[in-house]
């Protein structure tokens, strides 16, 4: 199947290809590199031995999308492109409702100009909100509580009108919880450009002394050891699960969801404990006051994607960790090789 991917060239879009490549998939990538490196596809190249196309342009310019959809002619779109940060949400919403929004609103103006009839699109357990009970199932309230998680509530809807309006068209919508680890080889991972805003890529860069320690935000939460549990996936279990929605979406048509986790939680404490375990060292940490909007725990129910998609989470925490190390202890930088000084 031809599939264009959006955002393919960051950290799930990565790995996402070389299992669409392993499965014969013949793949184009559009991405702006405003938070990816076409570095990563060069890896991606080399790791699977197969070519495949790229195109450098914005989510929002229609006349590039269109260009690349009437050159490709994709019979499915994985949709990847999109900003991500909950805190930087919260500053600039406009923006994130531009990026997240109409970006979404262009490519399926674009898929319904192509013909192409298929997409799977990126949401987030952000949907959910403050859970009501764990763990979390499709059926759950969604009530997201931040401008990260509404622009993927809107997306969501706007993607399931659009299917409801145009018969004939598949939907998935995959729901991540918390994506962590990397590629086996450690050649491709998590490399965001400024501080990072979730706990895997934080600890390791305290690993690799970019940053001199790890900070807890809060201690008092109802778990296990006080600190927040959520359900941390590896983002090779997370790319062979869009691999499973493309077949899905081949077979059964209008917008079905699914939530993609592990249905087991781990606390920040115990991830701390198993990186350490994975790069040999004690890492530091200082436990500062509860952030605005945090919650104790989230747990997904994945039972649904295990029956319907005929797919199951099988890594870990400790590959989850070895993983993260390999890629971040190899690529202390990411993937740009000037020196960068300890924050």
Not at 3 to 32: R, S
Request: glycine share 8%; with cysteine.
């Amino acid at each position: 199947m031809r599939v264009l991917l959006t955002g393919g060239a960051g950290y799930i879009g990565t790995h996402t290809i070389l299992e669409l490549l392993a499965e014969g998939h013949e793949i184009c990538v559009l991405d702006n590199y405003s938070n990816s490196s076409p570095e990563a596809l060069k890896r991606v190249r080399s790791l699977s031995n197969q070519d495949f196309k790229a195109v450098e342009a914005d989510i929002r310019d229609r006349a590039a999308l269109l260009t690349a959809f009437e050159n490709f002619r994709p019979e499915a779109v994985i949709h990847f492109a999109g900003l991500k940060a909950v805190g930087e949400a919260e500053k600039y919403p406009l923006t994130y409702y531009d990026t997240n929004i109409s970006g979404t609103l262009v490519l399926l103006d674009v898929m319904t100009q192509t013909n192409c009839s298929r997409i799977i699109f990126s949401s987030s357990a952000t949907v959910y909100g403050e859970p009501d009970y764990l763990p979390i199932d499709e059926t759950h309230p969604l009530k997201a509580s931040n401008v990260y998680g509404r622009t993927k509530l809107m997306a969501e809807q706007i993607i399931s009108d659009w299917s409801h309006s145009n018969p004939g068209t598949s939907c998935v919508l995959l729901r991540y919880f918390n994506p962590v680890g990397s590629h086996e080889s450690g050649r491709i991972g998590e490399d965001p450009k400024d501080t990072p805003n979730n706990l895997m890529p934080y600890i390791s860069q305290v690993a690799v002394g970019r940053r001199s320690h790890l900070e807890i935000f809060g201690s008092d939460y109802e778990t296990r050891d006080g600190t927040g549990e959520r359900d941390y996936i590896h983002v090779v279990d997370l790319a062979r699960a869009h691999v499973a929605a493309l077949g899905y979406a081949a077979m059964h048509g209008g917008t079905d969801v699914f939530n993609i986790g592990t249905g087991r939680g781990s606390t920040v404490i115990e991830m701390l404990a198993a990186f350490s375990k994975a790069c040999g060292t004690e890492l530091p940490f200082k436990v500062v006051p509860r952030r605005a909007g945090d919650i104790a725990a989230c747990l997904a129910d994945p039972s649904k994607a295990n029956r319907l998609l005929g797919w199951k989470a099988k890594h870990d925490m400790n590959d989850m960790t070895k993983s993260c190390w390999k890629w971040q202890s190899q690529n202390p930088t990411g993937y740009t090789k000037k020196n960068q000084e300890k924050e």
